[in-house]
T-cell receptor
Framework: GAVVSQHPSRVICKSGTSVKIECRSLDFQATTMFWYRQFPKKSLMLMATSNEGSKATYEQGVEKDKFLINHASLTLSTLTVTSAHPEDSSFYIC?????????????FGPGTRLLVL | AQSVTQLDSQVPVFEEAPVELRCNYS??????LFWYVQYPNQGLQLLLK??????LVKGINGFEAEFNKSQTSFHLRKPSVHISDTAEYFC???????????FGQGTELSVKP
């Protein structure tokens, strides 16, 4: 498998501020990473696909100007929640895609709990 | 539309009892299937996956799942659960190489002493 880390694990911020979340692939180079959002007692919602060296691909309904994604290297993708509001409070999880033969598997980070006051 | 359905939102069982968590997916020529486990306030950990080959897949922690093409199911089973298996379990499918993962709604497994 792949080892994925996220930083910070938990963050509390004031409404109107921006928060950056890092996702790192620790043991292999990932050309593609994914960002998910998870509400309490709910499944994961794909926000965007992060591609190294190019613009992220956002899912329908996700504001790309609010959730800025940068994938500047093969081991790091960042998600910046700009001008955060209480409704942005959530659990954010990233994943990396590891190719194995003809199929691929996603490995997930431990998640980041964001609380906007 | 492609979808994954987990038929039970909550499954309570007693320790050492067998358990089956059900998952159905929408039919497709090509599908890759996964089961993930999520412990409280943590990310998802891969339990097992079906990519091709043998329809009975064995994973970590004593779990296994069987790919049933005719019934479009991929149910997760464990013959004897432990308290530590208490967690949320997600079934997911990818419908082509490089495709997005489509998640089921999740099943909360609660193991009681």
């Amino acid at each position: 498998g792949a080892v994925v880390s996220q930083h910070p694990s938990r963050v509390i911020c004031k409404s109107g501020t921006s928060v950056k979340i890092e996702c790192r692939s620790l043991d292999f180079q990932a050309t593609t990473m994914f960002w998910y959002r998870q509400f309490p007692k709910k499944s994961l919602m794909l926000m965007a696909t992060s591609n190294e060296g190019s613009k992220a691909t956002y899912e329908q309904g996700v504001e790309k100007d609010k959730f800025l994604i940068n994938h500047a290297s093969l081991t790091l993708s960042t998600l910046t929640v700009t001008s955060a509001h209480p409704e942005d409070s959530s659990f954010y999880i990233c994943s990396v895609r590891l190719a194995s033969g003809s199929a691929e598997t996603q490995y997930f980070g431990p998640g980041t709990r964001l609380l906007v006051l | 539309a492609q979808s994954v359905t987990q038929l039970d939102s909550q499954v309570p069982v007693f320790e050492e009892a067998p358990v089956e968590l059900r998952c159905n997916y929408s039919s497709s020529v090509s599908v890759y299937l996964f089961w993930y486990v999520q412990y409280p306030n943590q990310g998802l950990q891969l339990l097992l996956k079906y990519l091709s080959g043998s329809t009975l897949v064995k994973g970590i922690n004593g779990f296994e799942a069987e790919f049933n093409k005719s019934q479009t199911s991929f149910h997760l089973r464990k013959p004897s659960v432990h308290i530590s298996d208490t967690a949320e379990y997600f079934c997911a499918a990818a419908y082509n190489q490089g495709g997005k993962l489509i998640f089921g709604q999740g099943t909360e497994l609660s193991v009681k002493p």
